[in-house]
């Protein structure tokens, strides 16, 4: 009779404790992004975590934690407990410049699960309008012709569009003239003046002034062209093979999330992507909607922190 009640006490938490991911979330899940409020960060953390509250029944709250490019955020994701109820919607330089910059960003690529990349936007090389630079091959000539003296603006020491062009430096065999500013606004306002010659931005800052011809477009640093620009050659079709610096988002969770809410996540995830008000609103903000799994993730971001790390380092951009 012991036995029976033991089997019958078994067989009850069988039945009646289902996995933890069927019932996840069971409160509010928290969702950070790692930038100021209102901003193109911002406001995709917000549609994914729309999304996710309206496909797993919970809400997704945004909480804004801005400061010292993205790794206050992020270093507070990556001591939060692993439970699945504290995610990081955030952009590739979170793992593939900062923890190479920073001495010490308080995270590293090993302190979070990948859940997956949902959106990539290329960045764009402008120059102003009239200017002699027409391609990449202008701009490799020009930089030949006076070494160290082809000024572009970047948004800041350590910033992607600083590493894209040193990037593009160190490809060609080149020295150009780095000129930081606060951000993309200064620094497009800048070319625009002809104070600088060259701009690194993203396609969606960019080509507002591409369209109006303030600016002018030399390639999209992507596999294929923008959607956004479709017009405008990417570096590998003038002869850059693999010059590829998307600006991906990707969300991830604590390291040591527990496999079945991982799953979870992940799926509803790669469905959400498929979801046409996404695609379009993520389109309208110049992003293309992808999808990479968690796998996937953790070997582009790693990958592309190798490929900057030289950068990097004969830059001495180590903070």
Known sequence: MRYLLAAIAVAGITVFNPSFAETYPTRPVTVVAPVPAGG??????RLIAAKLGERMHQS?????????????????VGKAKADGYTLLVTGAPTFTINPLIY???RYSAESFDYLGIVAAMPM???????????NVGDVIAAARKAPGNVPYGSFGNGSMPHVIAESFAARTG???LHVPFQGSAPSLTSLMGKQTTLAIDSVVAAAPFIQSGALVPIAVASRSRSPLLPQVPTFIEQGL???VFDNWVGIVAPKGLPAD???RLGSELKAMVHDAEVEKKLGAMGFSVTWQDGAAFQRRASAEMAQNAPVVEKMKLRQ
């Not at 193109?40 to 953390?45: F, P, V, W």
């Not at 997704?60 to 507070?76: C, K, L, Q, S």
């Not at 764009?124 to 027409?134: E, I």
Request: glycine share 8%; proline share 11%.
């Open 40 to 45: 193109t960060g911002d406001t995709i953390a």
């Open 174 to 176: 080149t020295s150009l």
């Open 103 to 105: 001495p010490n960003p």
């Open 60 to 76: 997704f709250i945004v909480d804004n934690r801005p400061g010292a490019n993205t790794t206050i955020g992020a270093a507070y």
């Open 124 to 134: 764009v090389m402008v120059t102003y309008a009239g200017s002699p630079l027409k």
């Open 261 to 263: 809410v991982a799953a």
């Open 241 to 243: 093979p693999d010059f």
